[in-house]
């Protein structure tokens, strides 16, 4: 079935297509509709936070106990977020985790317009960027796979127009998904651990970055060889 959606009415359909189970949010546009949209499938819970922090941090929760979860915040609210997104990277998690961070170039409702694509490679997690509501599913639906098998937290990084654009998109039948097991892994970057943590988070870059040079959603259309953009 075909239907009409925004970025933002395409990251809830992308959680509710991939089995998705816990979802939260801190308001503030361009992500202010993402949970809202959230709130319309019965098959997930959804909940505002305090702050982005806490939605993160209850977002990890979840995952830790095997299910597959996402966590919504604004362009600035990855700064209040930075302490969990960083700290989780080292000891990772159990089950599917995106964080879906609202960019915006332009800044027209934001402080500012920094840009979050700085934090992948600050904190040796992967992030997916989509172009349109039909990436915006796909993508989403991908990182929860990467997610579970390299035990990461993904980012899915919007930005305005593409959470209020509209684009076409095919739906799909839900995908229920038994949640993940819970490893006896350490959980806790403490020092005692933090060498095995740092020898896996090694080995998941990079797979991941063999990953990304092959990655389908990195391609070239060619109309004029005049001029070359790359986006």
Same mark, same amino acid.
């Given at each position: ?22 979802? !939260? ?9 993402? +949970?809202?949209?959230?709130?319309? &499938?019965?098959? /997930?819970? =959804? ?8 939605? +993160? ?11 597959? !979860? ?16 960083? =700290?989780? =990277? ?8 995106? +964080? ?30 989509? !172009? ?11 990182? &929860? ?6 035990? *990461? ?5 919007? *930005? ?14 839900? /995908? ?35 990953? !990304?040079? *092959? ?15 790359? =986006?």
């Amino acid at each position: 079935m075909k239907k009409f959606l925004t970025g933002n009415e395409a990251v809830a359909r992308g959680i509710y297509e991939a089995g998705a189970t816990f979802a !939260s949010a801190y308001p503030g546009t361009p992500s202010s509709e993402i +949970l809202k949209e959230v709130g319309e &499938y019965s098959e /997930i819970y =959804s909940e505002w936070a305090t702050n982005e922090k806490v939605s +993160l941090e209850a977002a990890i929760g979840s995952a830790q106990a095997g299910m597959r !979860s996402m966590a919504a915040m604004k362009v600035v609210g990855l700064n209040v977020a930075a302490d969990p997104f960083m =700290s989780i =990277s080292l000891p990772g998690i159990d089950g599917g985790l995106i +964080l879906v961070v609202c960019d915006e170039p332009g800044y027209y409702s934001s402080q500012d317009e920094q840009d979050n694509r700085i934090f992948a490679e600050f904190s040796n997690m992967p992030m997916f960027e989509p !172009s349109d509501s039909q990436e915006v599913i796909d993508m989403i639906k991908d990182a &929860y796979e990467i997610s579970e098998k390299q035990k *990461t937290l993904v980012t899915i990084r919007m *930005t305005g127009r593409i959470c209020h654009s509209k684009s076409p998109v095919t739906f799909k039948e839900r /995908i229920e998904k038994e949640p993940e097991n819970i490893s006896k892994e350490p959980k806790v970057p403490l020092p005692a651990a933090m060498v095995g943590m740092f020898a896996r988070v090694n080995k998941r870059t990079k797979e991941l970055t063999e990953l !990304s040079n *092959t990655s389908k959603y990195n391609y070239i259309e060619y109309n004029s060889k005049d001029i070359g953009i790359i =986006s």
